[in-house]
């Protein structure tokens, strides 16, 4: 990369950086990202969530395990702060919040933030927030085994459900069991069943 020439996104390359940084597994990362952003497309509008938010989703995707060399347990928390202390080209001081906020939802819907961070944003914008975290966690449960065994999602939004059918390498027993996790966390953010079968 040429010094003088500006990168082609200011926030592709704050990510980049970020996620050599923070040693993290970078193909993990981005099959999050691409599972994430699949569900985000064919869902969004029909879930009611804000389909501005990409660049809070994919942010919190590619880093959602930057807090992992603080602590492995307890990484979803020092992952906030990690992020919300980073210079990140390319985002609002809000869109930081909200990006870091989902990230530290992946595992648990249990962080809580306090001022003054909370007080950045408005009661829609925590709805998004809950909402991108769940499937962040769900697309994180999809590559639970790091190895992108999950090729392809498909998800379908039906009257009392939400369908996901899995393109896979292998069966994706594993991957199936970690996002059934979920569903009752799920069921309360999007009034909604969770189902999930391989294609």
């Known amino acids: 990369l040429n010094p003088k020439e500006p990168a082609g996104d200011v926030l592709d390359f704050s990510l980049n950086n970020m996620m050599k940084n923070y040693e993290l597994n970078q193909d993990h990362a981005n099959h999050v990202w691409k599972i994430a952003g699949q569900l985000y497309q064919q869902l969004g509008k029909e879930l009611k969530i804000d389909m501005d938010r990409q660049k809070v989703l994919k942010t919190a995707a590619l880093l959602h395990d930057c807090g992992i060399n603080v602590s492995y347990y307890d990484h979803h928390k020092h992952s906030f702060y990690n992020i919300i202390n ?114």
């Not at 809580?112 to 909370?118: H, V």
């Open 86 to 199: 980073s210079q990140i080209n390319g985002l609002t001081q809000k869109e930081l919040v909200m990006a870091a906020w989902v990230a530290s939802l992946h595992r648990k819907d249990e962080m809580r933030i306090t001022a003054p961070y909370s007080k950045m944003l408005g009661s829609n914008e925590i709805g998004t927030v809950r909402k991108l975290g769940m499937i962040l966690r769900i697309a994180e449960s999809l590559d639970r085994g790091q190895n992108g065994n999950i090729s392809e999602v498909q998800g379908k939004v039906e009257k009392n459900t939400v369908k996901l059918k899995l393109r896979a390498k292998t069966y994706p027993g594993l991957e199936i069991k970690d996002a059934q996790n979920a569903a009752s966390a799920f069921q309360k953010i999007f009034k909604k069943q969770l189902v999930l079968e391989e294609a």
